[in-house]
Structures are given as structure tokens and as C-alpha cells.
């Protein structure tokens, strides 16, 4: 499936720094010298926002960054501001700073959008970033394929000769594994070791990459703050919900296949985002978000805050409508083995708790299983929950149980050997080759 890393039906064209969208992803069409061609190149990007609007002083962005409430857009959702403060309170030099483009969840396409259409922004992201902390290194890590489909290095030189950047950018080949872009996978990777997570604390913003402070943001986080950097808070909080402002870049999978990354204000409701006709359930937040049945999620919308009672969150915008003629319980099984086969198998819970439970799923989804199949399932999923150095063990402990819950009534048949699946199509895009220890660095 190739998505379209267009800004989608969703975005209507509006100049930079006005009220519409798209504000990240250039418009699709480029209809004035205002907007200039979606080409991702330099010029382009300059006609569009101007030259890197430095502040001058470490700290200065920081409370305008307080103001729009802007949140990472990697998956956790933690407030931008409270990183940058706490790496800013470094030895002045010390701190280093990194784009995370690692983008390891196989559903996820929108950062490979972003790199594409829009890599100065992430750059002045980036630069603006290592104003605020202090930092005198900047690194962006992007993993190996899309680095070189979106050309990032032949940006780089445009950009010295233009003399935009203060502090010289390294860019850092993240391995296509899920974990990559753990941070402190990465910070593992960037200081030469594999790029495998490690027990914490220490936090990476505390010692991270050689030791030092380092700020790790999502590259959207990073194009974000760009964007507030030139057009401030009240611009940012014109679009999203009071607590939640601001918009975030989603891939879409659609039931009929499609596959694409829209930019859409947080709040919008789902079902503008997603033809929720002939769907059983909505995947929301990726492979470590849940499953919502859909005439559920038809009546919410994406933020934490409405995903909440759900059990689920928007993590990093991935949202996937499953067609009514797969079983989301195949779908669901497939999913965890990659997960379990996607650990970095260092920690007893993904040793051998994460590959019992793919296994026991598996042979739900199988339609032959044991008596004891979900009282195990129950119990492998509590003894792993909360134990590994990662919070990978618990965001494919919460995957699962969203599968059991909403898939209960596939559940059941599939005890009585039977499957209400029509197709046996994969939906959900899950790598084909099996994973192998070999590829961490
Ligand atoms: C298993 C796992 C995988 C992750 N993969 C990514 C990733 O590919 N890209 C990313 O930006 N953050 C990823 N994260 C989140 C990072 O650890 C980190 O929180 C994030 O890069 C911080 O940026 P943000 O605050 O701007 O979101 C992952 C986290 C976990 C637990
Ligand atoms: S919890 Fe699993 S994925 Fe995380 S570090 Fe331990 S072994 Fe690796």
C-alpha cells in the first residue's frame, strides 16, 4: 500500500501563518509566489515562511512555546515546554538536540510526509530548538530508507550557503525497527551502541547521547515549534480544543485500502477523517494504541481527551478503519507476533512473556484453541504489563486487550472453531520478512 503524502481533501489551501489549513504540509496545488510549489525545496520554503526567525537568547522561545501548549506529536503527547526547560537548565553547551524521524510503526507514514513536503521546517525546527536549549549539536535521526527517499542530505548544503543554520546538523541513519525511536534506543544508536532501549533513569533529557542532556522531539513536534517561533501562541491555539490546541498530521487507512497523511485541527470528529461505512472497528494511536468498535468511534472525535474513555489516544496519528469483511481478530494476532518479534528481547517480559502471548493469539485466531487460551492470554498480559525497561510490553499488552474487548463476539466463534472473516486479505501493514537480532545498528 503506498500512501498519498498529500495534505488530503481536508486541507484548504491558506497562506502561511493564516487561519486554514494546512499549516505543515504545504497546500497541494501551489496557486500564488505566496504559498510557492509543494516541492520541499529551499526556495519554496522561504518564499512561504521567511528566513529561521531566531530569538537571540537561549530560553526566549520557551514561554511562547508554555503559551500554545504545544505537545509532542511522537506518541506521548508530553508537553514541549517542560523538555525544553529542563535541558535548558544544562551547563550552558552541553545540551544536544535531536529530531526523532525514526517513525518505526509500520502503520505510520506521516513523518516520511512531513520530510518529504516540508524538511526546512523541521530544520528550522531543529535549529530554533538548539536556540532554546543552548545546544551546540544537532542531530537528525531518520530511518535509512526514508532518509534517502526524501533526500534530507541534499538539503543540508542549500542550506549552509544560505548561511539559515547556527549549529552544523549530523544526520543519523535510524534501523526500520519498531523500537528505533525509543528514545533511548536512539540515544543508545546516536552514541554508537545498538539502537536497543535502556533501563531508566537516568531519562535522555537528563543524560542521554555521550552522557549529555538531550532534547529528543518528534520531527512534527520540531516543524510545530517552527511554526510558533514565527506566528506565536494565539496563531497555534486559533485551531485544535482549548487543552489540547494546535493540529497534528495523521495516516489514514481506509477500508477500501487507501492509505494517506491529512493534516487535521485535534477535535475534529473521526468520522470526517475516516469512511466509516462497511467498518467493524477503528484502530486508533497504531500498534501500541486500541481498537474501538466503529459506531463508537463515529461519535468521537480526535483528542486524548474524547479518546480517553475509550481506552484509547491519539498517539502518533495513526487511525486505521478495518473493513467489515476481515476478522479483527487475524488482524490483531498478526500485529502482536510482529510486536513480539519486534522486541528487543533484553527484558523477561518480551523474552518470554510477549512471545506466549503472540503464540496463545495466534492460536485463537487460528480457530482451534485450547480451553485455557484466555485465562493465559489474561494472565501473561498482567505479568508483563508495567515489568519491561520499555513501554513496549505495555503498548502491546493495551493493543491486545482492545482486541479481546472488541473483538469478544469474534472471540466466540472462533472457540466454536468458526470465523466471521470473508476475506483472509491482510489489512493492517505488518513488514513481511521476520525480524532478525542482526539489525540494530
Ligand atoms: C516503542 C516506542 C517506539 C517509539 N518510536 C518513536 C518514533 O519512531 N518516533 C518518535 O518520534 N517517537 C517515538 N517514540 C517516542 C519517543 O520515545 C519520544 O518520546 C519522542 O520522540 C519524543 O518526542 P515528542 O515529545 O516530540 O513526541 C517511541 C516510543 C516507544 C515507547
Ligand atoms: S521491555 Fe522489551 S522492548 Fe523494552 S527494552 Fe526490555 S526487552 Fe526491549
Redesign the pocket.
Known amino acids: 500500500m503506498s500512501p498519498q503524502t498529500a495534505s488530503s481533501t481536508l486541507a484548504q489551501q491558506s497562506p502561511a501563518g493564516g487561519g486554514g489549513l494546512p499549516r505543515l504540509l504545504p497546500p497541494p496545488t501551489s496557486p500564488s509566489p505566496f504559498t510557492g510549489p509543494a516541492d520541499g525545496g529551499l526556495a519554496a520554503h522561504l518564499r512561504r515562511h521567511g528566513p529561521v526567525p531566531y530569538r537571540g537568547d537561549a530560553g526566549a522561545l520557551i514561554a511562547d512555546v508554555r503559551a500554545a501548549g504545544l505537545t509532542g506529536r511522537g506518541g506521548a503527547a508530553f508537553p514541549v515546554h517542560r523538555k525544553l526547560e529542563a535541558v535548558a537548565a544544562a551547563r550552558p553547551g552541553r545540551a544536544i538536540v535531536v529530531g526523532n524521524g525514526a517513525e518505526g510503526e509500520p502503520a505510520s507514514h506521516k513523518d516520511e510526509a512531513l520530510l518529504s513536503a516540508a524538511p526546512h521546517l523541521v530544520l528550522d525546527g531543529l535549529q530554533l530548538a538548539a536556540e532554546a536549549v543552548g545546544a551546540r549539536r544537532a542531530v537528525l535521526y531518520v530511518r535509512g530508507d526514508l532518509r534517502e527517499r526524501t533526500r534530507l542530505d541534499a538539503q543540508m548544503p542549500e542550506r549552509y550557503a544560505h548561511r539559515l543554520d547556527r549549529v552544523a546538523v549530523e544526520i543519523v541513519s535510524a534501523p526500520g525497527r519498531f ?1 528505533a525511536g ?1 528514545e533511548s ?1 536512539l540515544a543508545s544508536l546516536i552514541s554508537g551502541g545498538p539502537a ?4 531508566t533513569p537516568p531519562r535522555v533529557f537528563e543524560r542521554g547521547v555521550g552522557g549529555r542532556p538531550t532534547l529528543v522531539q518528534n520531527v512534527e513536534t520540531l516543524a510545530h515549534l517552527a511554526l510558533i517561533a514565527r506566528y506565536g501562541p494565539g496563531w497555534f491555539r486559533a485551531m485544535g480544543t482549548p487543552d489540547e490546541p494546535g493540529t497534528m498530521l495523521c495516516t489514514l487507512h481506509q477500508a477500501d485500502g487507501s492509505a494517506g497523511v491529512a493534516e487535521a485541527a485535534i477535535g475534529t470528529p473521526l468520522a470526517d477523517l475516516l469512511d466509516l461505512r462497511e467498518v467493524s472497528a477503528v484502530l486508533v494511536g497504531g500498534y501500541h494504541g486500541a481498537w474501538i468498535p466503529a459506531a463508537q468511534a463515529s461519535a468521537l472525535a480526535l483528542s486524548n481527551a474524547a479518546l480517553r474513555p475509550a481506552g484509547a489516544f491519539t498517539g502518533a496519528g495513526v487511525l486505521a478503519a478495518l473493513p467489515a469483511d476481515r476478522c479483527g481478530l487475524v488482524e490483531s494476532a498478526r500485529v502482536v507476533r510482529y510486536l513480539a518479534l ?6 523477561g ?3 518470554s512473556g ?1 512471545p506466549s502471548i503472540a503464540a496463545a493469539l495466534a492460536e485463537l485466531a487460528g480457530g482451534d484453541p485450547g480451553p485455557q487460551v484466555l485465562t493465559d492470554l489474561s494472565r501473561w498480559a498482567g505479568l508483563v504489563e508495567g ?7 505495555d503498548g502491546t499488552v493495551r493493543f491486545l486487550r482492545s482486541a479481546l474487548s472488541v473483538f469478544a463476539g469474534e472471540v466466540r466463534h472462533h472457540q466454536r472453531g468458526r470465523c466471521s472473516g470473508a476475506s483472509d486479505l491482510p489489512f493492517l501493514p505488518v513488514p513481511a520478512g521476520p525480524s532478525t537480532d542482526a539489525d540494530w545498528s
Open positions: 523500537l525509543e534506543a536497543v532501549p535502556r533501563f519486534e522486541s528487543a528481547g533484553q527484558c517480559p518480551c523474552r510477549l515489568r519491561g525497561a520499555c513501554h513496549h510490553p
